[in-house]
């Protein structure tokens, strides 16, 4: 089993910054790919960042390109959701996703983030 608990998130004015974070405890060893989705009321949720677990590879929706940056630090067990230039379409609750190699799959329960002025 994995755990994972989200924090970060906020209210934030357009055009501002938040860092979100995702700590990661127990069968850490079976993750191979950690994510960050999105739900925005009424919408579906939709990847917005991904990051190999060895390799650091990320990859991003493109509505979040250059303006957001997913990191892990393996030592701390924790995934990171850097988010700048918010803008109020990114308002959404944000969830920390874990994927084992046998794509069993795990959610955090969520950080609001709502962007607005």
């Known amino acids: 089993q994995v755990q994972l608990v989200e924090s970060g998130g906020g209210l934030v004015h357009p055009g501002g910054s938040l860092r979100l974070s995702c700590a990661v405890s127990?069968?850490?060893?079976?993750?191979?790919?950690m994510a960050w989705y999105r739900q925005a009321a009424g919408k579906e949720r939709e990847l917005v960042a991904g990051?190999?677990?060895?390799?650091?590879?990320?990859n991003y929706a493109d509505s979040v390109k250059g303006r957001f940056t997913i990191s892990r630090d393996n030592a701390k067990n924790t995934v990171y959701l850097q988010m700048d230039s918010l803008k109020p379409e990114d308002t959404a609750v944000y969830y920390c996703?874990?994927?084992?190699?046998?794509?069993?799959?795990?959610w955090g329960q969520g950080t609001q983030v709502t962007v607005s002025s």
């Open positions: 990051i190999a677990k060895s390799s650091g590879t990320t």
């Open positions: 996703h874990a994927r084992t190699a046998i794509s069993v799959k795990y």
């Open positions: 127990g069968s850490i060893s079976s993750i191979v790919a």
